[in-house]
């Protein structure tokens, strides 16, 4: 955590230049030292004085405490105090914890309203938030033409979860005509940043050839990555890979291992292709593919294949 509000302030003062020193930018520079404890000093005299970056960092500290005590009450007061300046950190945050659920009841016009705020400020997080309200209809009247219109927006400015949402757009033919090549576009950006679901329908297109040339290899390529992160999805694709030795060796016992992980994870059509493979299979090599399963879990996915 402590890594991730660094990464936000360090982010901050090297945008804020030459800036006439005060608590905020004293902050800034306490936080750049890893010295978080004086940094929220700074900021919580800074927020006090009326300071929208200062009030939205002691909101974010409150909110997923962050060197302070977490505190939901404190995180939207400040947080509040902040959106009510027209800060779009703020108020992206507020409909994100309205989304959620949050340390507030559930409100998803509540959300839009904030999300609708932030978003014409070239918040990218919020563009792409609104974009799935409008997508789905939840606090807004289902729109497809403005969902696509804001994920576009998001997705220029290299959002992942914004580009893999287009994806599916294109794939379905929602508020743009259908096209695969545009989808197989989305998705590869998407997945290049490490988006799990993106690298799993990526995967899955090239498996089948759609939006591409057929490349099996390719497929398991991006698979991989997806069922390393936990993708269900991807994990019960890549047993399939190895049942059929498609882009990979046949092997009945790497596939049983990826069903068997698939199926832990959710996938209601595990077990029975975990059940088909299992046909074919020793007693020995059952065993075998149930320990390399239990091992790979234990290293929570990383380095089974």
């Given amino acids: 955590m402590k890594r991730l509000l660094l990464t936000v302030i360090t982010a901050l003062l090297l945008s804020s230049g030459t800036a006439r020193a005060g608590p905020y930018e004293d902050g800034l520079a306490a936080a750049g030292r890893r010295d978080f404890g004086e940094a929220i000093k700074w900021f919580r005299i800074s927020a006090a004085q009326g300071n929208a970056n200062a009030q939205v960092e002691l909101g974010e500290a409150y909110l997923h405490g962050w060197v302070v005590t977490q505190n939901y009450t404190e995180a939207g007061k400040w947080?509040?105090?902040?959106?009510?300046?027209?800060?779009?950190?703020?108020?992206?945050?507020?409909?994100?914890?309205?989304?959620?659920?949050?340390?507030?009841?559930?409100?998803?016009?509540?959300?839009?309203?904030?999300?609708?705020?932030?978003?014409?400020?070239?918040?990218?997080?919020?563009?792409?938030?609104?974009?799935?309200?409008?997508?789905y209809g939840r606090g807004i009247a289902q729109n497809f033409v403005e969902a696509v219109k804001w994920e576009r927006l998001s997705a220029a400015q290299g959002d992942a979860d914004a580009q893999l949402e287009l994806g599916i757009m294109y794939d379905l033919g929602q508020g743009v005509t259908k096209d695969y090549v545009e989808t197989i576009k989305w998705f590869r950006l998407s997945a290049e940043q490490g988006n799990a679901e993106a690298q799993f329908h990526l995967g899955a297109m090239y498996?089948?050839?759609?939006?591409?040339?057929?490349?099996?290899?390719?497929?398991?390529?991006?698979?991989?990555?997806?069922?390393?992160?936990?993708?269900?999805?991807?994990?019960?694709?890549?047993?399939?890979?190895?049942?059929?030795?498609?882009?990979?060796?046949?092997?009945?016992?790497?596939?049983?291992?990826?069903?068997?992980?698939?199926?832990?994870?959710?996938?209601?059509?595990?077990?029975?292709?975990?059940?088909?493979?299992?046909?074919?299979?020793?007693?020995?090599?059952?065993?075998?593919?149930?320990?390399?399963?239990?091992?790979?879990?234990?290293?929570?996915?990383?380095?089974?294949?």
Wanted: hydrophobic share 40%; glycine share 10%; with cysteine.
């Fill in 79 to 135: 947080l509040r105090l902040s959106a009510a300046q027209g800060n779009g950190r703020a108020q992206t945050r507020l409909g994100l914890m309205y989304t959620a659920g949050e340390g507030v009841t559930l409100d998803y016009r509540e959300a839009v309203r904030w999300f609708r705020l932030a978003a014409p400020q070239g918040d990218a997080r919020a563009q792409n938030m609104l974009g799935l309200m409008y997508r």
């Fill in 207 to 305: 498996a089948i050839g759609q939006g591409a040339t057929k490349d099996s290899v390719e497929a398991v390529k991006w698979l991989r990555l997806s069922a390393a992160q936990g993708d269900a999805s991807a994990q019960l694709e890549l047993g399939a890979m190895y049942a059929d030795g498609d882009g990979v060796l046949q092997d009945y016992v790497r596939a049983h291992m990826w069903y068997n992980l698939a199926g832990a994870a959710g996938n209601s059509d595990a077990a029975k292709n975990r059940d088909g493979v299992a046909a074919h299979m020793t007693s020995q090599q059952i065993a075998e593919a149930q320990k390399m399963a239990a091992e790979c879990h234990r290293r929570n996915f990383k380095g089974c294949d």
